[in-house]
């Protein structure tokens, strides 16, 4: 009964390699992985076939390459891959059409600021008018329009492409003609 309490479906099999369950009764059929016949399903021995799958990645892995030329070819194909990848994402923030989570995060507080800046700045700004007020209708509407403006302020705010690409230049140390046209 002890050997029962190893055996698993091949559904439980497949999370623990992390792989399909289609790809694991292939692996079945072509004689990688051993299972044992339970009435009409699959059992796998954990042990046993975690090894197998382990040891036929492995094979799997050393196979992918005949030669070291083959390997190197390889590398550097994929290296000039990553290169043009990081250039095309550079022109797209270049151009605006993507952001750095770090410029979009600068940007943000700058608004959450702007916005902190205003609600503190109220008890100043209306404890005169508030205390001048005739009754407690008259003070919550004096606090009500200035917290409306607020609002309204920050209803205003508008992404700037601009002040994105500005970041972004300087940022990466990038610098624009225009600017040094202008500045000397």
Known sequence: MEKDEKLISSEELSRIVGGSVRTLQ???KEGHITCLKKGNHNRYDLYQAVKE???YQTKK???????????????ETRL???KADAAELELEELKGNLHASADVEALTTD???F????????PGMLAMDVAEAENAAEASEIIKSAVHRILNEMADYRYDPEEYRRRVRERQGWTDDRE???GG
């Open 111 to 113: 608004l959450v600021l």
């Open 61 to 75: 892995e050393a196979r992918k390459f005949s030669s070291l030329d083959e390997e190197k070819t390889y590398e």
């Open 180 to 182: 040094e046209d202008s």
């Open 26 to 28: 292939t692996l079945t």
């Open 115 to 122: 916005v902190r800046s205003n609600l503190l700045s109220l």
């Open 53 to 55: 799958y382990i040891a």
């Open 80 to 82: 000039k891959r990553a």
